[in-house]
């Protein structure tokens, strides 16, 4: 069953234009914004010269990243009215073996194993329609995110409860945790950008949406009395030289991060860009 994408109604447009500001072209706008007058390395293989049999070579690039959300309406919130992006389309209430089979199967055979209840270590039952799965995929400058939420079926689509309950321990050191990282303009005040995005956040009530600082803080109270200037971390030594960046969680308690590249550190992902590419074989 699918439902009609719903166009971004932020319910304040002038907050969100004054954070979309800040941001200018916040969100995404990597390849493009690398790519712009520079040289390839001569080390990397053009893109053109690559075995088209090769798996490297059927791709073409990084289409999307998930994630798993608690409650979906707070999560598409975040992602549209407050980081700006736009609604692709969303799809909803998946059951029945095939999806099973192609989501899940890998942790059923586990479950085997195991010898356990897939249930007990999170696996829903899509096959038997107990539960159900929905997504929503929001469009940013060079990528999407997809957002999807397994419910029981007796709860709404986009409501706040999911089928199972959230990691409680969310450090990036952990292993397997991955995170989104947005790219700031090279124009942008970085600090101020943090600042209003907290702001911005909380004034959704969006509490969880809380970046880091870069002096040392013991206490919630200690990181929101920090300076702004405590906002960015501004590396300075090769080869990440030009890179300016926080750590930040999300509504969800999803890891995210906000990066600035600019000076040396945006030539090198620039001409990386352009071998992978194979653009320096046309100039």
């Not at 319910?11 to 800040?22: F, M, Q, T, V, Y």
């Not at 159900?132 to 419910?151: A, G, P, S, T």
């Not at 709404?156 to 990691?167: C, D, I, N, R, S």
């Amino acid at each position: 069953m699918s439902q009609q994408p719903a166009a971004v109604q932020p319910d304040d447009p002038e907050r969100r234009a004054i954070l979309c500001a800040a941001g200018g072209a916040a969100i995404g706008g990597i390849a493009a914004a690398l790519a712009a007058g520079t040289t390839a390395s001569a080390q990397e293989t053009p893109a053109a010269t690559r075995d088209p049999n090769s798996l490297g070579g059927r791709l073409q690039g990084v289409q999307h990243f998930g994630l798993t959300v608690q409650n979906m309406e707070r999560a598409y919130e975040f992602y549209t009215a407050v980081l700006g992006g736009t609604e692709v389309f969303r799809h909803g209430d998946f059951q029945g073996d095939a999806v099973q089979n192609t989501l899940l199967a890998d942790q059923e055979i586990l479950a085997n194993e195991l010898g356990v209840n897939p249930r007990t270590i999170g696996v829903p039952d899509l096959r038997g329609g107990a539960q159900r799965l929905d997504v929503r995929f929001i469009q940013f400058d060079n990528v999407v995110i997809e957002l999807l939420q397994y419910r029981d079926a007796d709860q709404p689509m986009g409501g706040p409860k999911a089928f199972a309950e959230p990691v409680e321990h969310m450090s990036p050191a952990f292993p397997r945790m991955m995170h989104i990282c947005f790219h700031v303009g090279d124009d942008v005040d970085f600090n101020q950008f943090i600042a209003d995005l907290e702001a911005e956040s909380a004034r959704r009530g969006m509490t969880q949406v809380r970046a880091n600082r870069i002096i040392r803080v013991s206490t919630e109270d200690e990181r929101r009395a920090a300076p702004m200037s405590a906002n960015t971390n501004k590396v300075t030594v090769a080869p990440s030289d030009g890179w300016e960046l926080i750590y930040c969680k999300g509504p969800e308690g999803e890891q995210l991060e906000f990066v600035k590249a600019i000076g040396p550190v945006k030539k090198r992902f620039a001409d990386a860009l352009q071998a992978h590419l194979g653009l320096s074989g046309a100039q």
